[in-house]
C-alpha cells in the first residue's frame, strides 16, 4: 500500500476533513504529508482561517441584508390574503 | 418522499428526499461513532467537521423524514413569517442574490418564498429543518424564475448567471503542476494583521461572484449559511462526492483569488 500522497491529493483530503471526518489510510498519509509539506500545511492554515473568519463575522453589505421594505412586502401580502387564507 | 397519506400541496410540491444515515455519514458536526479525532497540533486541520447546530427538535429523526405538522392554526402563519423574517430573511436573500445578481429579482424571489411556504398546509417542525424546507422552496422559486425569464421579453427580468461548470475543471490545474506539487508556495500569514472586516467581506464577495455557479453554491450555503453537507445535498441535489468536489475546488479558487485580491498575500517557500 502507498501511503505517500502528491500535494493535489492531499488538499482534496484537507479540505474533505473539513466537512468530513478521514479515515484509514487516507488519514494516515494525509498526517505524514502535512508532517513534511509546509505547503500544505499552509493551505489547511489558510482554509481554517477562512473558515473561522466568515463564521466569527457577518457580511454587512447591501446585498447582504433583505430590506425593510421587502419585508414589509411580506407582511403586507399576508394582510391582503388574511392571515389563514393564503 | 414524504410520508405516505401526505396529501398536502406543500409537502407534495416541495418534497424532502430521504437520505441514508449511516455511521460514516458526516451529520452536524457530529463525529461517527468509533472514529479518533486527531489532536496533533501539526494535523489539527484534520480534526474533522468541527461546526455546532442547533439540536434537531424532531426527536432524533433526520428532517427529512420527520413526520409533517398539522393544518396551521389560526395565528401560527403570521407567527410564522415573522420568525422567518427574523431567522431566514437575510440568509435566503444572500443566497437569491448570488444567483440573480439583481437585488429586485432576488427580494421578489425571497417574497415569493415566503407565500409559497405559507400555502403550504403542513409547516415542518424543528427550526433546524425550517431553514433548510425554506431553502429548497427558494431553490424551486428560482427555477421558475429562470424559466419565466427564458420567455420574458421584460428588461427588469435578470437572467441568471448561468455559467459552465467545466471551467470549475481547471482551477486544480492552476494551482498544482503535473507532478501533483504546488506551483505557487503562498500563505496568508498572520491571522491577526488581516485586513478590517469590511474589507474582507468586500473581496469575499468579490471572489464568489467569478466562482462557478455551483462551486459559489454549495460554498455559501456551506459555509455562510452553515447548512450541513446532508441539507446542502438535498436542497441542491448535488450527491455527497460531488459536493466535496465542488467545496474542495471553491476554497481553492477562493484562497487564490483572496491571495491575488492582496488578502493577506505572504510568499513563503
Redesign the interface.
Same mark, same amino acid.
Given at each position: 500500500m502507498n501511503l505517500m500522497l &502528491?500535494? $493535489?491529493?492531499v #488538499? $482534496?483530503?484537507?479540505?474533505? *476533513?473539513?466537512? *468530513?471526518? +478521514? %479515515?484509514g489510510w487516507a488519514?494516515a498519509a494525509? @498526517?505524514i504529508h +502535512?508532517?513534511l509539506c /509546509? /505547503?500544505?500545511? #499552509?493551505? *489547511?492554515?489558510? !482554509? *481554517?482561517? +477562512?473558515?473561522? $473568519? !466568515? @463564521?466569527s &463575522?457577518s /457580511?454587512? &453589505? /447591501? %446585498?447582504?441584508?433583505?430590506?425593510a421594505? #421587502? $419585508?414589509r412586502?411580506? @407582511?403586507d #401580502?399576508?394582510d391582503k390574503q388574511g392571515?389563514?387564507d393564503? | 418522499m414524504p410520508p405516505s397519506g401526505d396529501r398536502s400541496p406543500g409537502a407534495a410540491k416541495y418534497p424532502l428526499r430521504r437520505l441514508p444515515l449511516d455511521a460514516t455519514t458526516p451529520n452536524a458536526g457530529h463525529a461517527p461513532q468509533g472514529a479518533t479525532p486527531l489532536v496533533a497540533p501539526r494535523t489539527r486541520f484534520l480534526r474533522g467537521p468541527q461546526r455546532s447546530t442547533r439540536p434537531l427538535q424532531t426527536g432524533g429523526r433526520l428532517p427529512y423524514t420527520v413526520s409533517m405538522g398539522e393544518e396551521w392554526k389560526a395565528g401560527e402563519r403570521r407567527a410564522a413569517v415573522e420568525r422567518w423574517l427574523a431567522a431566514h430573511g437575510d440568509a435566503l436573500y444572500r443566497y437569491a442574490f448570488l444567483r440573480l445578481r439583481d437585488p429586485q429579482s432576488a427580494e421578489d424571489v425571497v417574497q415569493e418564498t415566503f407565500l409559497g411556504a405559507l400555502r403550504s398546509t403542513r409547516p415542518p417542525d424543528g427550526r433546524a429543518s425550517e431553514k433548510t424546507w425554506l431553502f429548497a422552496i427558494l431553490k424551486h422559486k428560482l427555477a421558475d424564475h429562470a424559466r419565466t425569464c427564458r420567455h420574458s421579453p421584460l428588461d427588469q427580468c435578470i437572467e441568471p448567471d448561468i455559467r459552465e461548470d467545466g471551467a470549475d475543471a481547471n482551477i486544480e490545474d492552476i494551482v498544482f503542476r503535473d507532478d501533483g506539487r504546488w506551483r505557487e508556495a503562498t500563505t496568508w500569514g498572520d491571522p491577526l494583521r488581516q485586513s478590517a472586516a469590511q474589507a474582507f467581506w468586500r473581496h469575499l464577495g468579490d471572489c464568489l461572484q467569478v466562482l462557478p455557479a455551483a462551486q459559489a453554491e454549495v460554498f455559501v450555503l456551506r459555509e455562510l449559511e452553515g447548512l450541513s453537507l446532508d441539507d446542502l445535498c438535498q436542497i441542491t441535489g448535488v450527491s455527497a462526492t460531488n459536493a466535496y468536489v465542488l467545496l474542495h475546488r471553491a476554497r481553492l479558487a477562493l484562497r487564490r483569488c483572496l491571495t491575488k485580491a492582496g488578502f493577506g498575500p505572504e510568499d513563503r517557500s
Open positions: &502528491g500535494c $493535489r491529493d #488538499a $482534496r483530503n484537507v479540505s474533505r *476533513a473539513r466537512d *468530513a471526518n +478521514l %479515515q488519514r494525509t @498526517r +502535512l508532517f /509546509p /505547503p500544505c500545511r #499552509a493551505y *489547511a492554515r489558510d !482554509i *481554517a482561517f +477562512l473558515e473561522q $473568519r !466568515i @463564521r &463575522g /457580511p454587512d &453589505g /447591501p %446585498q447582504d441584508r433583505l430590506s421594505d #421587502a $419585508r412586502r411580506v @407582511r #401580502a399576508l392571515d389563514n393564503l | -
